[in-house]
């Protein structure tokens, strides 16, 4: 909270700091109405930076209670204090600076720096928290050596927690308890972190591949002990992989990850001491669906992964934070690939792309993948730094192959060990090890906007060749005019009137940008000019073009294709995910009907789903998703202006339209699909499960007999998966009553599982049949809710406002106004939170004009609060705009 309007920072304005601190020796005390922090940094004058012997320090929210400097206390000439900083003046070379401060973690909402998490201590330092411990360089190019004591109860905080290794553990006269952790690698503060607590521990150990032995531990308060078993597994298995695929080795003696239940993100990747939000890594089968299963997974190895992109090598600035989340979001989600599906892994991420990125990117909040401005960096942590950020290192995988890839991260590592560096360095590493030219691809680190492009296609009898014209254009964003074309690696596929692939022979001469000439049947074309032609020879049919196989680049895609030839690709495409899009693009259609009239199942479509579900040689899961409907989100980004009604209802004709017309095969399928044997969360069964549940929930949509299955399923099930089908399927049911009578038999049987709760939260508020604002209004009073706790807001707020949209986008305003007080109430407690929940009214622009104004009369409101925090204030400013 401030006076003066908060500024923007930008990355043209980057110099090095004037000190480095080669050493950190922190104490806290942890005592029962506050903490003492003392900090003793080692100061040393950069040979490169300015000489004004000034160092001017970050911090917030801290009570200075002593300074001394070279073990003198400094005068009060000699340093000024403000709001956010401490400067002291006068200084040499050389120093030894000791900082007292005193916190109050019990009192932190705001969930950075240290804060009280139920009965423990732990810390958020990312990206901007460790400025709320100590004044300090708080920025990622300061890396030093920490040492950290900490000092407390020892029967109510037998476990206490730092970085690296505990070095001694000792008793002082006054009864209480001190524990040292050393830490040996250089780190940046924003890895730090801290933990006490009354928690339990579950062990295991690993020896990595030169045969060093790492002692790996999970820690949770008491009550989740039996949750710990799957994430240590996937840490184990992320620990492997990383050595297979990166030749990555892990490299401290102990591993620990302690798990959390307020927490503003899903987890933090500090050296030595990952910290979870409790959500992203508990489960046992009774509470956690496969999904979770799936979530944890990716997390965990997303934070492991870390160690090496992340926190070996780090970022110079924040505006490289995608070198670390782009990176790392590309390694988790070759992991996953590799334990799972590959393909349906392909098509969760696109999904995603589509439905959260490309909105963003297409908003208000727009900005390239690395920034050039931002006012606080906590909104920067978004869909277009991670996911999209991972698509980028996707294509240069795509470009180079996955050995020049591993050539090129190889030279990364190596080269940047121990260092604090730029995207920049990054592409150069890849460049160097293959001696390729990227500097046409870096255009898509710094222009924001999605890429449309337009496919027109003429097939030429007389010379048996396809004429294949290619159009890219970036959209303006905001303080982006005029983009230039981009480096677009499209991969695409031929294929023949009986479904095979052809031969792709690109005719040479035209293949101007391509970097080699080849035959093959799926290929990489370079798309690098505005308008490009390909020309693909030796065809005696015209071909069905496959384009953009599996996802090869994030751009909007406009190619006019019958649906009789999407049909044809839902069946025949050898590519897994353009089988699925060609499926998705055939349900737009359909939605897009339907909105206007009933609609009814074409019959060759009916056919080709049948077989679908009647091939049992197809993975289950992968069957599941080429018939799930696009949700109202990703509709909405493919309709323009957004009617959230017509959505619903045309999504919910073609639903009703499918269940009816494949009654039979769903109700087989579920039958063939029910399994007695024990629960695993392993990926066979989850692929059945996930075919089962869906058919399960057409199945109950068309039939009694549907709603009375989901009913036994619901009563019998030994596992989460099942038993939250079953009951997504009866408060889909129609029957309110039946509804109703379910939601309070499943609280009934989970209200001591705080995790479990939430799911209940926000199955209802996302629902589109029950999520209305009454029911909201209710929840948020429910003895189960807690304003201070980010799981309970997001189930609540954020699944009404991103699911329900029906009532979210209620046309009295209702829902935005709801929101609108939520961020209001939030922004004085936890802003980052605040920020957040904002999403939705930002993209006001795209809805109808009788809901688009009333959404920025909302964004008006929250703008015309006092005390606006950084966070809040530069969304709705932007949004405003
Ligand atoms: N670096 C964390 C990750 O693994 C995200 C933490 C960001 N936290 C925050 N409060 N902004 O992606
Ligand atoms: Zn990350």
């Known amino acids: 909270m401030r006076d003066a309007q908060p500024q923007s920072i930008y990355l043209k304005d980057y110099c090095q700091p004037e000190y480095w601190i080669s050493q950190t020796e922190l104490t806290f005390d942890l005592q029962d109405d506050a903490t003492v922090v003392t900090a003793v940094l080692t100061l040393e004058a950069n040979s490169a930076g300015a000489q004004s012997g000034v160092l001017e320090l970050h911090g917030q929210q801290l009570e200075l209670l002593g300074l001394t400097l070279d073990g003198d206390v400094l005068g009060t000439g000699r340093y000024t204090v403000t709001d956010e900083t401490l400067s002291i003046t006068g200084l040499a070379q050389q120093h030894f600076l000791t900082i007292v401060t005193r916190i109050y973690p019990a009192t932190n909402t705001a969930l950075e720096g240290l804060y009280r998490s139920g009965g423990m201590y732990c810390t958020q330092c990312e990206a901007e928290g460790f400025r709320r411990i100590t004044y300090y360089l708080d920025r990622p190019d300061v890396m030093s050596v920490f040492t950290t004591h900490i000092i407390a109860d020892g029967s109510r905080y037998p476990v206490m927690l730092s970085n690296g290794n505990c070095t001694a553990d000792e008793m002082l006269a006054d009864g209480r308890r001190k524990v040292t952790w050393l830490d040996p690698h250089r780190k940046p503060a924003y890895l730090f972190a801290l933990v006490a607590g009354d928690l339990l521990n579950k062990e295991d150990r690993f020896t990595t591949m030169s045969g060093r032995d790492v002692t790996l531990k999970i820690f949770v308060e008491p009550q989740n002990i039996d949750k710990t078993d799957y994430a240590l597994d996937a840490l184990k298995r992320s620990m492997r992989w990383d050595e297979e695929v990166y030749g990555r080795e892990y490299d401290l003696d102990i591993f620990m990850i302690v798990a959390v239940d307020d927490f503003n993100m899903g987890a933090m990747e500090n050296k030595g001491l990952n910290i979870f939000n409790s959500s992203c890594v508990l489960a046992n089968p009774a509470t956690a669906t496969d999904a979770a299963y799936q979530r944890i997974e990716a997390i965990v190895a997303h934070e492991y992964f870390h160690n090496w992109s992340g926190n ?86 795509k470009i180079l192959g996955a050995e ?310 619901f009563g019998s099930t030994d596992n989460m998966t099942d038993q939250m089908a079953a009951l997504v399927a009866l408060i889909n049911s129609g029957d309110d009553e039946l509804a109703q009578q379910s939601l309070d038999a499943f609280y009934q049987q989970w209200q001591n599982d705080s995790l479990v709760v939430n799911q209940w939260l926000s199955v209802q508020s996302g629902s589109a049949d029950l999520g209305t604002l009454s029911r909201i209004q ?46 209001i109430r939030l922004n004085a407690t936890n802003p980052q939170i605040a920020s957040r929940l904002l999403t939705p009214l930002t993209k006001w622009r795209r809805l109808i004009p009788e809901l688009s104004e009333q959404m920025k009369a909302q964004l008006e409101r929250v703008a015309a609060q006092p005390d606006l925090s950084r966070d809040v204030y530069e969304v709705v400013s932007k949004s405003l705009a």
Not at 337 to 360: G, L, N, P, Y
Not at 643 to 648: L, Q, V, W, Y
Not at 786 to 811: E, M, T, Y
């Open 312 to 397: 070996r090598v780090t970022c110079r600035d924040w505006f490289q934070l995608s070198l670390k989340e782009g990176f790392t979001v590309f390694r988790d989600a070759s992991f996953s690939a590799d334990m799972h599906s590959a393909t349906v892994k392909r098509i969760e991420d696109a999904k995603m792309v589509r439905t959260v990125q490309f909105a963003e990117d297409g908003g208000p909040m727009a900005h390239p993948v690395q920034p050039d401005s931002f006012i606080e960096i906590a909104n920067f942590y978004t869909v277009t730094i991670y996911e999209k950020g991972a698509e980028v290192v996707g294509m240069i995988h």
């Open 404 to 713: 020049g890839f591993r050539k090129g991260s190889d030279l990364y590592f190596d080269r940047h060990d121990g260092q604090a560096v730029t995207i920049h360095d990054f592409v150069a590493a890849m460049e160097d090890a293959n001696g390729v030219d990227l500097t046409l691809f870096k255009l898509w680190y710094k222009q924001a906007g999605t890429p449309v492009v337009s496919a027109a296609v003429d097939y030429r009898e007389d010379e048996q060749a396809l004429y294949l014209t290619l159009r890219q254009q970036c959209p303006d964003t905001p303080g982006q005019i005029g983009k230039q074309p981009m480096w677009i690696p499209v991969q695409l596929g031929l294929i023949a009137a009986d479904g095979q692939d052809l031969p792709v022979q690109v005719a040479p001469a035209l293949n101007t940008a391509g970097m080699e000439t080849w035959t093959s049947a799926s290929q990489v074309l370079h798309f690098t000019e505005a308008e490009q032609t390909f020309v693909f020879s030796g065809l005696a049919q015209p071909p069905v073009l496959s384009l953009f196989r599996d996802f090869s680049a994030p751009v909007k895609v406009e190619f006019q294709q019958s649906p009789q030839e999407l049909l044809f690709r839902l069946q025949h495409d050898s590519d897994g995910f353009n089988r699925w899009d060609a499926g998705q693009r055939l349900m737009l259609d359909w939605i897009d009907q339907a909105r206007l009239d009933e609609f009814e199942l074409p019959e060759d479509a009916r056919q080709v789903m049948v077989q679908l579900l009647t091939d049992e040689t197809l993975d289950p899961a992968m069957v599941s998703y080429l018939l799930t409907l696009p949700s109202e989100a990703y509709i909405a980004e493919f309709s323009d202006p957004v009617d959230p009604h017509a959505i619903h209802l045309g999504r919910k004709r073609v639903r009703l339209a499918m269940a009816m017309a494949l009654n039979e095969q769903f109700a087989a399928c579920y039958q063939r699909l029910v399994s007695h044997a024990e629960y695993q969360p392993e990926p066979q069964q989850m692929a059945a499960r996930t075919l089962k549940n869906l058919a399960l929930s057409y199945w109950s949509v068309a039939s009694d007999a549907g709603i009375r299955q989901a009913l036994a399923q």
């Open 778 to 823: 209710q929840l948020l009073e429910h003895e189960a809710f807690d304003w201070r706790n980010p799981n309970k807001i997001r189930s609540v707020i954020g699944a009404f406002a991103n699911q329900a949209l029906c009532h979210f986008h209620a046309v009295d305003g209702s829902g935005y106004e709801l929101l609108a007080d939520a961020i």
